[in-house]
């Protein structure tokens, strides 16, 4: 499984990693896990540093469009993406610009800058 994430209840905090190429049915599978977990209101650390993403700008967008119906039925938590390579930032980016939803989101090239930003944003009730 390339996307492998754990999920903190008491801390409300969910942590993904990529590890190999990704595909759209990783992410759709990752949606739906953390959907049932009960953790789409959580913080979010979702790092991308060590994954070639195979995923298409349009499938990119796609997914951003899901965060947005997610949105629409509920809280979404505040979501830091580490993206250390160029290519990874811009996949990032693009995500971040069609997933435009009421939530915190940035983009970060090392891990312990997005934990720092996202241990300062407000726990989601």
Known sequence: MPVHWTISHPQRLVVAVA????TVADIEQYFA????????AY??????????????????????QRVMFYAQHGQIGPLAIVAASDESYAQAQIFANAATVSR??????ELHAARQWLD???TPS
């Open 33 to 40: 896990g953390v959907t049932a977990d009960g953790g789409m």
């Open 43 to 64: 913080r979010k650390i979702f790092e991308i540093t060590q994954t070639p993403l195979a995923i298409s700008e349009d499938n990119l967008k796609a997914f951003g």
């Open 120 to 122: 300062a944003q407000a």
């Open 19 to 22: 590890k190999d190429p990704v």
């Open 104 to 109: 915190p989101l940035q983009i970060f090239r």
